[in-house]
């Protein structure tokens, strides 16, 4: 759970989460909301049993900053029971999913199977306590791995890597292919659904990058042009525009980020209103891909 450190609280807590509800809401948008297991209840619980990982670029213990006692009130950059609350009650319905419990790395080595089966059953688990359905996991670093396993715990559906007009063998190359998609306000790709080991695979077709860093020199403008070419050619063409990001990257050079979803997400529910295309969770689209794959 690193990824989740004391900095990332006040992005996460008093911007990310609730504004981007408020936008949601106020769209009529539904969404899926990919949370970390162990940050979804107040406090972290026993993980004693849970088997450790060994990474290189983290050797320690896997909950060694993680607070063993105390709350959320204590530690709401840790935990964050109160916000899976606020989504659950949102209107309209956002779909709750997972991104693991514990966010480890599920492709990189050091990681195990045992830990895999670890981390897919807790959020199995947690999802009973909510009383959710486990439908939809993303992976940390969208580093996929150990689909038998996640498809043995119940899930039905995970998100895929990025699809990219060009992919290089080199991921460096790829990447840097994004970028430049980025800056210079490219068309993004549509996807389709795919089955992969038995789960219902569902790749990306643009992370909307947070405006830190060398990243805050993407024109906003240009930012908002590549989400309404996916938009159009939604409209035009038919397919899926599977757009996703982080809530607390809205937080970097704010407001900027969050004008360019602000405006996406008023244009998107005016296109659903108008009947033009249809905004699905994840789990939809999977349920819709599962029974069109019954059929045939």
Same mark, same amino acid.
């Given at each position: #759970? ?30 899926? =909301?990919? %949370? ?25 213990? +896997?909950?060694? *900053? $993680? ?10 950059? =840790?935990? /964050?029971?109160?916000? $899976? ?12 999913? &997972? ?6 790395? &599920?492709? +990189? ?6 830990? !895999? %089966? ?7 688990? %947690? ?26 715990? /119940? ?22 292919? !994004? ?24 790749? /990306?077709? #643009?992370?909307?990058? *947070?405006?830190?860093? +060398? ?5 906003? !403008? ?21 757009? =996703? ?8 050079? =704010? ?14 529910? !005016? ?11 994840? /789990?939809?689209?999977?349920?819709? &891909? ?7």
């Amino acid at each position: #759970m690193p990824a989740l450190k004391t900095k990332r609280a006040e992005p996460t807590v008093d911007v990310g989460v609730p504004n981007l509800l408020k936008h949601l809401t106020r769209c009529s948008i539904s969404a899926s =909301w990919a %949370i970390v297991g162990g940050m979804m209840r107040s406090s972290l619980g026993d993980v004693t049993r849970l088997p450790e990982v060994r990474y290189l670029h983290f050797p320690k213990p +896997w909950f060694d *900053y $993680v607070p063993k006692t105390g709350d959320e009130a204590a530690h709401p950059e =840790w935990f /964050g029971a109160s916000l $899976v609350e606020m989504i659950r009650n949102a209107r309209p319905h956002q779909e709750v999913g &997972f991104h693991s419990f514990s966010h480890v790395i &599920f492709g +990189w080595p050091g990681m195990t199977r045992e830990r !895999a %089966i670890a981390e897919f059953h807790s959020c199995a688990q %947690i999802a009973q306590e909510f009383g959710l359905p486990t439908m939809c996991f993303v992976f940390p670093r969208n580093s996929v791995a150990f689909l038998d396993e996640l498809r043995d715990a /119940g899930f039905t559906c995970f998100r895929d890597v990025d699809r990219t007009p060009i992919r290089f063998s080199s991921r460096r190359l790829t990447s840097v292919a !994004a970028v430049l998609a980025d800056f210079v306000g490219s068309t993004p790709p549509m996807v389709d659904p795919s089955l992969k080991g038995g789960i219902v695979s569902i790749p /990306g077709s #643009m992370m909307v990058r *947070y405006a830190a860093g +060398w990243r805050k020199y993407i024109p906003d !403008a240009n930012r908002l042009r590549r989400l309404r070419k996916g938009l159009e050619r939604v409209r035009r063409g038919g397919g899926i525009f599977h757009v =996703w990001f982080h809530p607390e990257n809205l937080y970097a050079e =704010w407001p900027r980020l969050e004008n360019v979803v602000a405006r996406f997400l008023e244009e998107l529910g !005016a296109m659903v209103r108008n009947r033009d295309v249809r905004c699905l969770t994840m /789990g939809q689209v999977a349920s819709e &891909f599962q029974m069109k794959t019954a059929d045939n």
